[in-house]
T-cell receptor
């Protein structure tokens, strides 16, 4: 079991650029979550997918953020255009319904 | 609504026991979790407890749940330097996991 795999581990980009974060959930898990972690706000749930369908995107900050899950083994979180206040660590997590979430190691995003 | 609170810092001597406390507000939470985060890493699931239990022990870890007071604690026996990390309490309701701000545990020699 390779765990939840996220890429890249670090991303540094300039304000206004598009950023795409990637996640491969654990095989067999049907739920996928994107979280954002900052010092000021802690861990925030951005979006939740169940069986590849977005169920709750109420945590997505604004229209600049979008997430997709085209199949059971891949998800992306895109920020376009990026802003300095988007700098954070973005975590992907997966689970089977009702079981504990397993987290990836995160993508540290820095927007200058 | 969901609101999970925990103290921000704990300093403990190596070999002593650590106790990390957490309070939550959602009485319909089905599970309560403890996660550990080391620097630069993701969140590692340590242990969890069903809401109909009041205690769970797993090697050096003991979880106590007081559902009436909505209070959860994690006790780490014989704390070691490798236990230095941030510990997050989280409540699970429906599909949502709501986290506390995390308790930074520092183990001193």
């Amino acid at each position: 079991d390779a765990g939840v795999i996220q890429s890249p581990r670090h991303e540094v980009t300039e304000m206004g650029q598009e950023v795409t974060l990637r996640c491969k959930p654990i095989s067999g898990h049907n739920s996928l979550f994107w979280y954002r972690q900052t010092m000021m706000r802690g861990l925030e749930l951005l979006i939740y997918f169940n069986n590849n369908v977005p169920i709750d995107d109420s945590g997505m900050p604004e229209d600049r953020f979008s997430a997709k899950m085209p199949n059971a083994s891949f998800s992306t979180l895109k920020i376009q255009p990026s802003e300095p206040r988007d700098s954070a660590v973005y975590f992907c997590a997966s689970s089977t319904t009702g079981s504990p979430l397993h987290f990836g190691n995160g993508t540290r995003l820095t927007v200058t | 609504g969901e609101d999970v609170e925990q103290s921000l810092f704990l300093s403990v001597r190596e070999g002593d026991s650590s106790v990390i406390n957490c309070t939550y507000t959602d009485s319909s939470s089905t599970y309560l979790y403890w996660y550990k985060q080391e620097p630069g890493a993701g969140l590692q699931l340590l242990t969890y407890i069903f809401s109909n239990m009041d205690m769970k022990q797993d090697q050096r870890l003991t979880v106590l749940l007081n559902k009436k007071d909505k209070h959860l604690s994690l006790r780490i026996a014989d704390t070691q330097t490798g236990d230095s990390a941030i510990y997050f309490c989280a409540e699970y309701n429906d599909y949502k996991l709501s986290f506390g701000a995390g308790t930074t545990v520092t183990v001193r020699a």
